[in-house]
């Protein structure tokens, strides 16, 4: 993509405003704050201690904001005391200019680093150098800046209280990410009727992974119906694959073909039902036609096999989601919730429930977060280069700042720290969309200013309007954010006894200067996705490769405990997965000219890579039981899968195209002992070995850029959708 294009499309999203479900009572509350605590600063320390606490509640309460599942009040309370010593030791610099410049390079550079925790340490990290350099400018000594960084403290304390005393939809993050988890895999049952090999985006199964892990306190008060459900979901997911798929027994068209989609679409229902239980926290109402078509005997006498294990297992499944969606209400909602998990209850698939998930306290967090700062520490490493940046940024804009005409140089530096970002188009997207935000805001700020000439209560009450605006419209777009920010600090700044007309001229030429900085340091020094678009694909084709070997390995040896390893494969190929998703888009809208990996090849290896996942799901939704009788042969394709792929990942990185004969091999040979064994195949365990070599000879079709194999013809049995195994694996479970 060209220079010109790529400004043109960063602009384009910097600037657009999305349609987002509002939380007004949470806007309100978090303005209450901010209102209270200006009103007691006020009351006893002056408008200037207003302005300096008010920046300390504003932060704390956009703390909350940002997509963490830590509770509210421990983000608003880090937010106030970070902001609280970063305003304190500022100010004890702030008199000697190189002195103040050496911390604020070593304060932002930690900052960039912190992205390293996550996207809400390094916001929060961000945002906090940003309003550090506006407020060590309010004190007037070094007892006052002890006053302020008190009163910013205090800001922080009371958003935190208010949280407390008026909760807003306790849990509520957690129950979303939950509920958009079941109602993923319930749209994904709908997808399955129509289309047998419909893709599956584990992106909300992932979330909801990291929404279920809780502290020791939390684990003391979450919900019931939160404990269980997502482990549940998880295990849902194959089931649904290897019911709907062809390959595994049941024909395109027929009887059968309709009794699944039946059961489909009544899983679907069930999902949907538990979806809007577990987010409202009400009981969960099945449809009828959904219990009716879960019950009926036909399931049965049209299925057999492993589709009829696979819908067994699924009615099971569905029956727990429904109990554990209900948790424990009234006497009343627990009836129904007996009732409707009676109405479809079948068997247990017997697997164990699945222990909740720690996240370490605040305090065992710090070694974790220094550590993960210290990985970072490399020459590659995108949030090193973020962070080199950004303090080289900060600087520079704030000697801007202070050479030019203007006063209050800190303009520059802050909207400099605040657009940048590790990543390429969120960095030239939100410098574009600051700028214009900007104007907006301080033009609205202006004409209301010259209208209205207010005094320090109304500057104080106009301010807190555009906190509150902010509060409500910050996730529908950065350019709506940025605007009534900047409405904000400009009426903010008047109450303390700014100069309201300078601020307009100088705050918009100097935004422009840091986003211009910001814009301009990506450029000199960039941290591209592109040329390490074949590393992700190469980390992706290793994880798929390792969590194909667990699965086909349980065959191999049937364990129980070895269930732990499938597992955590699958989770390494979802992040895998993800990362390359991430890059990809990434990438498409960088201005780097291709780097040995086509659109094409991009698309059609992805592809490849999904289908190998895939058909390790199948296998994995009918892993034997720990009594199973072992496959033997099922070892040697197991060690060649985790090897080729492990060298496959290695030959990929160095733009050459992998081979699989290793595999071909192993399976070849698995077919011939087989064969001469009782003269014919196994009809599901090998099905699942030639969809993974299929997969991963695909795979090096893509990457080198040739068409697509034919299909081969319909009497293979290994290949013919249409064949339907007799029999399950040996020593299966039924």
Excluded at 178 to 186: K, P
Excluded at 333 to 361: F, L, N, V
Excluded at 616 to 631: D, I, K, N, Q, R
Aim: glycine letters at 8%; proline letters at 7%; charged letters at 20%.
């Amino acid at each position: 993509m060209s220079w010109l294009r790529a400004l043109k499309e960063t602009a384009r999203s910097g600037l657009s405003i999305e349609r987002r479900r509002l939380e007004p009572l949470i806007a309100i509350r978090g303005a209450a704050g901010l209102a209270l605590v200006i009103g007691v600063s006020l009351a006893f320390f002056g408008p200037v201690v207003a302005a300096s606490s008010a920046f300390g509640a504003f932060q704390a309460a956009i703390a909350t904001f940002q997509r963490s599942w830590r509770p509210r009040p421990v983000l608003a309370l880090v937010s106030g005391a970070s902001l609280a010593v970063s305003t304190f030791l500022g100010y004890l610099t702030g008199s000697r200019l190189p002195l103040f410049l050496a911390l604020l390079v070593l304060w932002t550079f930690v900052a960039g680093l912190a992205w390293a925790a996550g996207p809400t340490a390094g916001i929060i990290a961000a945002s906090n150098v940003a309003i550090m350099l506006v407020t060590v400018t309010l004190p007037t000594s070094v007892a006052n800046s002890a006053v302020h960084a008190v009163m910013i403290l205090f800001g922080g304390i009371v958003q935190a209280a208010l949280i407390v005393l008026f909760p807003v939809r306790r849990w509520g993050a957690q129950r979303d990410a939950l509920a958009d988890a079941l109602a993923a895999e319930a749209d994904y049952a709908r997808r399955l009727r129509h289309d047998p090999l419909a893709p599956f985006d584990p992106v909300p199964l992932m979330t909801a992974r990291s929404a279920a892990a809780v502290t020791p306190r939390q684990a003391r008060r979450r919900p019931p119906e939160l404990r269980g459900s997502r482990g549940v979901a998880e295990r849902i997911r194959p089931v649904l694959a290897s019911l709907a798929d062809p390959s595994l027994g049941v024909p395109d068209e027929g009887p059968e073909r309709e009794r699944v989609r039946e059961l489909l679409a009544a899983a679907g229902s069930v999902l949907d039902s538990a979806a809007r239980a577990i987010r409202h926290g009400d009981p969960v109402e099945l449809a009828p036609s959904a219990v009716a078509a879960l019950k009926t005997p036909d399931t049965g006498t049209l299925l057999t096999g492993p589709p009829l294990r696979a819908a067994d297992r699924l009615g099971a499944l569905l029956s727990d989601v429904i109990e554990t969606a209900e948790g424990e209400g009234t006497k009343e909602q627990d009836a129904k919730a007996e009732e409707a998990a009676e109405a479809i209850k079948t068997p247990s698939d017997g697997t164990p429930p699945t222990p909740h998930r720690r996240r370490p306290t605040l305090l065992r967090l710090i070694p974790v977060v220094v550590q993960a700062m210290r990985a970072q520490l490399r020459p590659e490493s995108p949030i090193l280069r973020h962070a080199v940046r950004v303090s080289v940024v900060a600087a520079v804009g704030y000697l801007i700042g202070a050479a030019m005409p203007f006063g209050h140089g800190y303009w520059a530096p802050m909207a400099a720290v605040m657009v940048m970002r590790p990543e390429f188009t969120q960095t030239y997207g939100r410098s574009v969309a600051r700028f214009g935000g900007t104007i907006v805001g301080v033009s609205l700020a202006t004409a209301i200013v010259q209208t209205a000439h207010p005094g320090v209560t109304t500057a104080a009450v106009l301010s807190v309007l555009c906190a509150l605006l902010m509060y409500l419209l910050m996730g529908t777009g950065y350019v709506v954010g940025q605007a009534c920010v900047s409405a904000y600090v400009v009426l903010l700044l008047g109450m303390a006894g700014d100069d309201w007309s300078q601020t307009v001229l100088e705050r918009v030429v100097l935004t422009l200067a840091g986003g211009l900085l910001a814009m301009i340091s990506y450029a000199l020094y960039p941290a591209w996705e592109t040329p390490r678009l074949r590393g992700r694909l190469g980390d992706w084709l290793k994880a798929d490769g390792r969590y194909a070997a667990s699965v086909v390995d349980q065959y191999a040896e049937p364990a129980e405990r070895g269930h732990d390893d499938v597992r955590s494969a699958l989770l390494d190929t979802r992040e895998a997965r993800v990362a390359w998703q991430e890059a990809l888009a990434t990438a498409q809208h960088e201005p780097v000219r291709n780097r040995g990996l086509s659109r094409a090849a991009a698309d059609d290896t992805q592809h490849a890579l999904a289908q190998l996942g895939r058909a390790a799901m199948l296998l994995e939704a009918h892993l034997p039981g720990s009594g199973a009788t072992p496959v033997p042969d099922a070892a040697r394709l197991a060690e060649a899968l985790r090897r080729a792929t492990e060298q496959g990942a290695k030959v990929v990185r160095e733009r050459k195209v992998p081979d699989w004969t290793e595999v071909r091999e192993a399976l070849a040979e698995w077919d011939a002992r087989q064969l001469a064994h009782d003269g014919k195949a196994d009809p599901f365990v090998r099905e699942g070995a030639h969809l993974l070599l299929e997969a991963l000879e695909e795979f090096s079709r893509g990457l080198d850029g040739k068409p697509k194999a034919a299909p081969k013809a319909a009497s293979d049995p290994k290949t013919d959708p249409k064949t339907k195994p007799t029999n399950p694996p040996s020593g299966q479970k039924d």
